[in-house]
């Protein structure tokens, strides 16, 4: 199955889904990340990449432990997926699209959640991935139609607006895209930060009213360097 990460990083964002590792349950899936990434040839497994996770960002606190498997076993990946089957677009095609083709549910992968001030959430997610998959994502770009949609959850609607920056240089290429959230009385941002570095993509989200661009391509630069000390 193939995880669409545009929809899917928007929706994790807004869930603001608590992360946790640990225990027989999720081995197996533990177990197939690493798999995976040895049988591709990609480099990294979920072992690692966990250890490549931020730790600390100045500003956030953890929030619960870090998750690490394949890519969609990770709680907060199901939490968004399930929330994005449950959520009515008025411009069906923003949903269904798949900017850069899409992330595999098996590939390894590690995702760490923090909070901040004034509502702030943070959430670092790293994946194995080849270098042509990578570069996909990083090149992709919202269709001009989908930078404005409404969306309903339950019997509440919420009206998007979405500017995307041209292509970055954090890492070995980037994307920084926002979203303006107006509904339910209140109005919130999401910024996220794609960039590639050596077998991996990097994804860097920031939730909450406050939420800026800065802060996310701050995020995303402390998130290579932390990367970059790490794998080898």
């Not at 399930?82 to 549910?105: F, M, S």
């Not at 991996?200 to 701050?218: K, N």
Request: proline letters at 5%; hydrophobic letters at 40%.
């Amino acid at each position: 199955m193939a995880h669409r990460l545009l929809p899917v990083m928007l929706l994790l964002a807004t869930a603001a889904a608590a992360t946790a590792c640990g225990g027989d349950a999720e081995r197996a899936s533990q177990v197939r990340g690493t798999a995976r990434a040895e049988v591709a040839g990609i480099g990294y497994t979920s072992a690692q990449l966990l250890q490549a996770l931020l730790q600390q960002p100045p500003g956030y606190r953890r929030a619960g432990e870090p998750d690490w498997g394949e890519y969609g076993s990770l709680k907060a990946i199901q939490n968004a997926s399930r929330l994005q089957r449950e959520t009515v677009l008025d411009k069906p095609r923003c949903g269904t699209g798949r900017p850069g083709g899409g992330v595999a549910g098996d590939v390894p992968a590690a995702l760490v959640s923090f909070t901040g001030g004034s509502g702030l959430t943070a959430t670092e997610t790293l994946m194995g991935m080849s270098a042509g998959d990578a570069e996909k994502q990083v090149n992709a770009r919202v269709p001009p139609g989908c930078l404005r949609f409404r969306s309903k959850v339950g019997s509440t609607w919420a009206s998007h607006r979405v500017v995307e920056a041209p292509k970055g240089d954090i890492g070995e290429g980037s994307r920084t895209v926002g979203v303006a959230t107006t509904g339910g009385g209140s109005r919130t941002r999401t910024w996220y930060v794609v960039f590639r570095g050596r077998h991996y993509l990097a994804t860097i989200t920031v939730f909450g009213p406050g939420a800026t661009r800065a802060d996310a391509e701050r995020l995303a630069r402390d998130a290579l360097a932390q990367a970059e000390r790490v794998l080898p």
